[in-house]
């Protein structure tokens, strides 16, 4: 399998937030594979990833707001990269769920800058969302970073405004911010609809997305740990935002297909009309969940490329692979 490139040597100590997460505790493995000091921040003890023979310090901060307590994390660090943040809530009991989600996405990453421009932080990396672009694409024109952002939800609108008191933030401090907007993140240790998704291929169950013809930008979670250090380490990075992806668009059913090969497991896909899943997932009360396996959602990671000289160490297929060798090794 292709090694990702490593970090330049002398590179001083980085702050991860949500260390604990998906995309975190693949993160910080990854830093200290490459000896940086790790400052891992968490909510809790409970929190924090462990990382055999490897030592980082570890910091608990509570719920993140406006009015969390960073300095202990934030002594001599040269990089904070800010994954931690209010994500999608299955079963919404807010009661304005919009408030929710800017108290911690907008208030607390704005927080978070301030504290760190004036502990001396060089860089703040924030990991945002493609939402902030929008939901779908249409006529295979993939979303920029030149688009008018569109976020159609709370959790969408609440990053697009973190981006936007970032920038304050940097024009104020000086602070350096970069921007990126992942995709959907696959890979091993991956939830909720694509672990679903990997369930149900595993099982050989017949799935009716055969006729669709949708595309879809995704993002292998080795992918965005390497993109991520780009980020945090590129001097012609600051101050700018990134669209990341794999750069291998694939539709719904070439997907399925894809993670069957790898799975060993057998591809049953059957035609039906798009219109009729839909009206299904409208009675089931799945539209959402339906709609993202119907729509397209393509993503031009061309501007990172050009910038950055930064190209995906790992193809959507070696992607693919690791993450069902992480599957079958635990439902095995």
């Known amino acids: 399998m292709i090694q990702p490139k490593m970090m330049q040597s002398g590179f001083g100590k980085v702050v991860v937030t949500g260390a604990s997460g998906f995309v975190g505790h693949a993160l910080c493995g990854r830093l200290l594979d490459e000896g940086i000091g790790v400052i891992a921040v968490g909510r809790s003890k409970s929190d924090f990833p462990s990382f055999a023979d490897r030592s980082f310090t570890q910091i608990q901060v509570g719920e993140i707001g406006p009015s969390t307590v960073w300095a202990a994390a934030l002594d001599g660090v040269e990089v904070v990269i800010h994954l931690a943040a209010r994500v999608h809530v299955m079963h919404e009991s807010a009661l304005d769920p919009l408030a929710e989600f800017r108290s911690v996405n ?3 990453t704005e927080h978070l800058a301030r504290c760190a421009a004036a502990s001396g932080v060089k860089r703040m990396v924030y990991v945002s969302s493609i939402k902030v672009n929008g939901e779908q694409t249409h006529d295979g024109q993939a ?4 688009d008018i952002p569109a976020p159609q939800d709370p959790y969408g609108v609440s990053k697009w405004e973190a981006e936007r008191a970032l920038h304050r933030v940097s024009s104020e401090t000086g602070l350096e911010i970069v921007i990126v907007r992942p995709p959907l993140v696959y ?4 939830k909720g609809n694509f672990a679903q998704m990997l369930k149900v291929v595993a099982r050989g169950m017949p799935l009716p997305f055969g006729s669709l013809r949708n595309q879809r930008s995704l993002i292998y979670l080795g992918n965005l740990v390497d993109a991520l250090i780009a980020c945090a380490t ?3 990075a600051a101050g700018q935002t990134y669209l990341v992806c794999d750069g291998e668009d694939v539709s719904t059913p070439g997907l399925l297909r894809e993670l069957a090969v790898a799975m060993h497991a ?3 896909l059957l035609p039906c009309p798009a ?3 839909r009206l299904a997932g409208k009675l089931v009360g799945k539209s959402q969940q339906v709609e993202r396996l119907l729509g397209s959602l393509q993503v031009d990671g061309g501007k990172m490329r050009h910038d950055l000289n930064w190209m995906p160490p790992y193809s959507l297929r070696q992607g693919l692979q690791a993450t069902a060798d992480w599957y079958r090794t635990r439902h095995t």
Do not use: D, K, N
Request: a neutral charge.
């Open 106 to 108: 907008t208030a607390g």
């Open 143 to 146: 979303f920029s970073e030149s």
């Open 187 to 190: 890979g091993p240790g991956v």
């Open 234 to 236: 590129h001097s012609a």
């Open 266 to 268: 057998p591809s049953r």
């Open 275 to 277: 219109t009729l899943l």
